[in-house]
């Protein structure tokens, strides 16, 4: 049998809650960062991008366009900005020279890791100076947060 729903009021109270504390928290993030990290900051796209060639690959250009709902053109322009700055390489499909497979370079890769590292020690910390059940009720709350943030997304409509 399954737990009743939360009221209309109930889970209004809860999505203006996460409409709050989300950006804070990331722009609280972004200004540790902002202190800590010895590199220029990249634009938004640019992170999103070099991120998501992270995580995917040898992605082509076209699928993280997709991925990250941009504009191909728009993709395209940051990663010819992206390879200028040394952080993404561009290389051909051996079977159709029009596409390009995405890559980031040594020094992406080490950047990105220093920043993850540095996020993950900021969320340490804090969560050190939280009580157990803080940090109980935020890591049971945290395969949720992940399924609000698929259904969030457009692409899951």
């Given amino acids: 049998m399954s737990a009743p729903s939360a009221s209309p009021q109930d889970t209004r109270r809860v999505a203006s809650g996460l409409a709050a504390v989300l950006p804070a928290l ?38 993280a366009a997709d991925a990250l709902m941009l504009k191909p053109n728009n993709a395209s322009a940051l990663v010819t900005q992206l390879v200028g700055l040394g952080l993404l390489e561009r290389r051909q499909d051996a079977a159709d020279k029009r596409v390009a497979h995405l890559h ?24 050190h100076a939280l009580t157990d059940g803080e940090r109980d009720a935020i890591g049971s709350a945290l395969g949720a947060l992940q399924g609000l943030a698929q259904r969030v997304h457009p692409a899951a409509g």
């Fill in 26 to 63: 990331h722009r609280a993030v972004d200004r540790r960062i902002a202190q800590d990290f010895p590199h220029p900051k990249l634009p938004d796209g640019q992170l999103a991008l070099l991120r998501f060639v992270g995580g995917h690959d040898g992605v082509t250009v076209r699928a």
């Fill in 104 to 127: 980031l370079t040594t020094v992406a890769r080490s950047r990105l890791d220093e920043v993850a590292n540095l996020v993950e020690g900021y969320f340490a910390e804090a969560l």
